[in-house]
């Protein structure tokens, strides 16, 4: 084999396959369909995991776990990160920790955690923290702020319900 073998039979624009013209194409009469049955006839279409009547592999293995769809996506930091990221007294909230990368995606609210150590004094602007943290945080000289954030589904349903009545 050759450098130039190797895109021989690539094509880029390969034209589709012209099913049902005539005996002379090679894919007359049934089409590649084979004869009669159910894969055969016009509309026919199995689904993703049909596995011809045996028990599907989706079904077979067990579901495991529970996803709630309401919870909000809570994007976590620990004390430790801001530390090696920020100088000190600089101010430390969703916009610049997105800018420095420690904050990646979409989140509903931002928690700040305590884990590692925080010996600089900062602003620290988020939508909940942990109670080491806090103390992390006051104990370094810091400020904390704490943003409104948006409510659960469930909490704001309940929250509904109770000024109709």
């Known amino acids: 084999m ?18 049902g013209r005539g005996p002379g194409s090679g894919l007359g009469k049934t089409a590649g369909k084979g004869h ?7 509309g026919y279409k ?11 592999l989706v079904r077979r293995i067990p579901k495991r776990g529970f996803h709630n ?7 976590a930091i620990n004390v430790g ?3 090696h990221r920020f100088e000190a007294s600089e ?13 990646k995606g979409q989140y509903d609210l ?3 955690l305590g884990d590692g150590e925080l010996t600089k004094s900062l602003k620290i602007s988020a939508h909940k923290f942990s109670a080491s943290a806090i103390e992390k945080i006051e104990k370094a000289g810091g400020q904390i702020t704490v943003l ?7 909490k704001v349903k309940r929250e509904r319900k109770k000024a109709a009545d």
Do not use: W
Request: aromatic letters at 2%; hydrophobic letters at 35%.
């Open 81 to 83: 990160d801001i530390q």
């Open 46 to 56: 199995a689904l993703p995991v049909f596995e011809g009547g045996q028990m599907p």
């Open 148 to 154: 409104p954030g948006k409510k659960p589904v469930v």
């Open 110 to 112: 931002l928690k700040i």
């Open 91 to 103: 101010e430390v909230n969703p916009a610049t920790l997105k800018i420095r990368g420690l904050v």
């Open 69 to 75: 769809q309401f919870a909000l996506e809570v994007a």
């Open 2 to 19: 050759n450098l130039h073998d190797v895109n021989e039979d690539v094509h880029r624009n390969k034209s589709r396959k012209r099913l």
């Open 36 to 42: 009669k049955g159910q894969r055969s006839r016009p």
